[in-house]
Every structure is written in structure tokens, then in C-alpha cells.
């Protein structure tokens, strides 16, 4: 069954970790961010912080709380009720498998009853796709740098779901590494954001950190020893808040500098005149700053979703199904992968 001959919204449901994300999107291949009719997001970061990072069983219970309420109150926003839904999509992986079994349950549920298709989506298909929920979305082919708490890598992307990873993390993700470092920092919990905030007040190059695997050649990431090298930094310091905060800025520094050096290095290698950024740590802003200037000084376009949309969220999942629902694909079973590679996907 196709969207696009039925004309109906999609709903999209997010539960791969510790957001409950829900969107409504009518499918618009020419203006696909203008399909948007609703979203709704619930974060879990209050019911993790006093465990200092996501508890599973924690994540997915509450999910089981937030997520039928969350597509109550995104209906509602939208004027619409369940029976003018024309498919159901939700993140089928990776994640946390009890968080994708919540919302994988609650989608085919809703999909049976009402009669219409369900499509599992790739989470982070949906957060390389979430540029196009943009007035001026990015055209195949391009680079995207999808950059989050559990992934850093380098897709080469020549359309929908025909993508070659090019490089990827061989240890911490970029996001990961925040975290973790803000924790060893005694900064609250989340880590990443609170960390970047400090680093604004840091003075740059008090402390120099490597860039890592860029005196080599390819595109992979590793994070583990740049996090080793601010542990040391921070354990020889006065312990001082000045001290913490030109840490932090020494930190951010050099994992934005090896992103910006890995982007550069991707598209010269493929001759993409476009790059995509997708993912949490997306918004960081020293990140889309570099970025930019390097588009201008290289000649490359850089493409950012706003900031609502580099978290994890339902819009991005309800566009990824839309646009594989409206090529006629749907899943007959529910089937959620925790591990499952984005060169794995067919083309829509």
C-alpha cells in the first residue's frame, strides 16, 4: 500500500533510548518539512541522572508511561484521530532492544487495527534524514557526519537507503566521549551539553589535546585516549573552575577539529560538494561553526536539521517511514535489531 495514493498522515514513533518521540507527517516529496502536522517529545534525562547515565529497564518502562499519551497529544494537535492515519513507522533499531520492543509493539498494534501499513525505520536513517524536515534540504549525493552518543561515522550517500559507511568508531563515539569526560569532570548529568556550556567560558590553548588518527591516513574515529589525555590534564590541574573550563574548551577543540579534519578528508576523497550533519552532538555550536567556515573556505555546502531535530525525535522517524512507505515497503512482522548497519538497507 502506498502513502502517497492514499494521502494519509504517517505517524512516527521514536523509543531506541531514553526519548519517547511521536510526529504526524503528511508525505510531500517536494516539501517534506512542510508535512510536519505535529510532534511531541518526552525526555528521560531527570529519571537517569541520579544513576549518571540511561538505565534499560528504567528506559523502557517509562516508555510503556509516555508513549500512548504522547500520540494522544500529537492527534490532538493535529485536529486528527487514529482513523485517518494512513501508515505507522517506528525505530526498529539499534537502541536498547526493550526500549525498540515498546515502540515497535505499540506501532503494529495500532498498524493491525487500523488496517494499514508499518515499516520498521533505521535510527539513524531517520537522523540522516532529518535535514530534509528543512525548508532547503540537501540533494543526493552527499557526505553526512552522523554524530551522536553511541555513533560517530562518515556516510557516503548516493540516494535513499544506498549508502557506504566510509569511516566509523572503533571505541567512544564523539557524544560518548562527552559524556564521560564531563562525568570524570564531576559535571551534572547529561554530560555533553553541560560540558560544551563550560567550555565557552575556557580559554583556547591553555591545553592542547591531540587530534586523533589524523596524522593517518581514512575516516575512522577513536575518542578512548583523548578522553585518557583529560583525565591526566584534569588530575595535574588546581582543580580550579578555570582550570575545569579550559579543560573542557581544550576538550571540545579537538574533537571538533577531528570531525572538521574527517569531514574535509571524506569529501575530497568523493568529490561531494555537499556535507550533512545529523545526530545529538550536531548542535554543539563551536562544531557547526567550524563546519561552516570550512564549507566557505573549501567550497561545500553544509546542511544542519534544527536544533529540535539533532536529538533523537519522532519527526525524523515518521519522514524515513513516510518516504519507504510511500515507495510501497512495509513489514509484515515486528522485528527490532539493537545492531544493524545502515549498508544493510535496500534503496526506496
Not at 272 to 277: F, P, Q, T
Request: charged share 20%.
Amino acid at each position: 500500500m502506498s502513502i502517497l495514493q492514499i494521502s494519509k498522515p504517517v505517524l512516527g514513533i521514536e523509543t531506541s533510548c531514553d526519548e519517547t518521540g511521536v510526529a504526524l507527517l503528511r508525505w510531500d516529496r517536494e516539501n517534506p518539512g512542510r508535512g510536519l502536522l505535529s510532534h511531541e517529545l518526552f525526555s528521560q534525562v531527570r529519571l537517569h541522572a541520579e544513576y549518571g547515565g540511561v538505565v534499560p529497564e528504567l528506559a523502557s518502562r517509562d516508555h510503556v508511561r509516555k508513549l500512548l499519551p504522547l500520540v494522544r497529544k500529537a492527534l490532538a494537535d493535529a485536529g486528527l484521530g487514529l482513523s485517518d492515519l494512513g501508515g505507522v513507522a517506528y525505530t526498529a533499531g539499534p537502541g536498547l532492544v526493550g526500549a525498540l520492543l515498546v515502540g515497535g509493539a505499540a506501532a503494529r498494534a495500532m498498524a493491525w487495527a487500523l488496517g494499514v501499513p508499518a515499516i520498521g525505520v533505521h535510527h539513524m536513517e531517520g537522523h540522516l534524514l532529518a535535514p530534509l524536515l528543512e525548508d532547503d534540504p540537501p540533494e543526493p549525493p552527499f557526505v553526512a557526519l552522523l554524530v551522536s552518543g553511541g555513533h560517530s561515522m562518515l556516510v557516503e550517500v548516493q540516494g535513499i537507503g544506498s549508502y557506504r559507511i566510509l569511516g566509523d568508531t572503533l571505541d567512544d563515539a564523539a557524544g560518548e566521549a562527552f559524556d564521560k569526560t564531563a562525568k570524570m569532570m564531576g559535571l551534572p548529568y547529561p554530560g555533553g551539553p553541560a560540558l560544551a556550556k563550560l567550555a565557552e567560558q575556557g580559554r583556547s590553548g591553555v591545553y592542547k589535546f591531540t587530534r586523533p588518527m589524523t596524522d593517518r591516513p581514512g575516516f575512522d574515529f577513536s575518542f578512548s585516549g583523548l578522553k585518557t589525555q583529560v583525565l591526566m590534564a584534569w588530575k595535574a590541574s588546581d582543580g580550579s573552575d578555570q582550570a575545569r573550563a579550559d579543560i573542557a574548551r581544550g576538550f571540545e577543540e579537538a574533537i571538533v577539529d577531528t570531525l572538521a579534519i574527517k569531514c574535509r578528508r571524506a569529501l575530497a576523497a568523493t568529490g561531494a560538494g555537499r556535507l550533512v550533519i545529523a545526530g545529538g552532538v550536531g548542535a554543539n555550536r563551536r562544531l557547526r561553526a567550524q563546519l561552516a567556515e570550512a564549507g566557505a573556505a573549501d567550497g561545500f555546502r553544509v546542511y544542519f536539521p534544527r536544533l529540535e531535530f539533532c536529538t533523537d525525535n519522532g519527526a525524523m522517524i515518521a519522514l524515513a517511514g513516510a518516504i519507504r512507505l510511500a515507495a510501497g515497503q512495509h513489514d509484515d512482522t515486528l522485528v527490532v535489531q539493537p545492531r544493524w548497519s545502515l549498508e544493510t538497507l535496500t534503496a526506496a
